[in-house]
């Protein structure tokens, strides 16, 4: 499965999106749906988000039908800077769930 660390990740099958081209991510994700997954979560902060919407259409549109968005949740996050103070940011997190 997906292992990736912290507390915004502490689900088994989530999926960090960053700067890596959205194919990878989108193999990620039908990675752990053949591995036996039931849910995959999609995750980003900030400019990658967009990103984070392609990934889940195209797993959906494109190269597994049966996946179908479960669950969107958007929000705002407060992260601790080191230097002090603190930084917001967007997130979302996009839950995929296989179909029966």
Request: net charge positive; charged share 25%.
């Amino acid at each position: 499965m997906i292992n990736v660390g912290g507390d915004w990740l502490s689900q088994e099958n989530a999926i960090l999106i960053g700067k890596k081209p959205p194919m990878n991510y989108v193999l990620a994700c039908l990675t752990a749906f053949h591995e036996g997954a039931e849910e995959v979560v999609i995750k980003a902060r900030g400019r990658p988000i967009s990103t984070a919407v392609d990934v889940a259409e195209m797993v959906r549109r494109k190269f597994m039908p049966s996946a179908s968005i479960s669950e969107v949740t958007i929000g705002t996050e407060e992260i601790q800077l080191r230097e002090g103070g603190v930084k917001r940011t967007s997130s979302i997190t996009i839950k995929m769930r296989r179909k029966k």
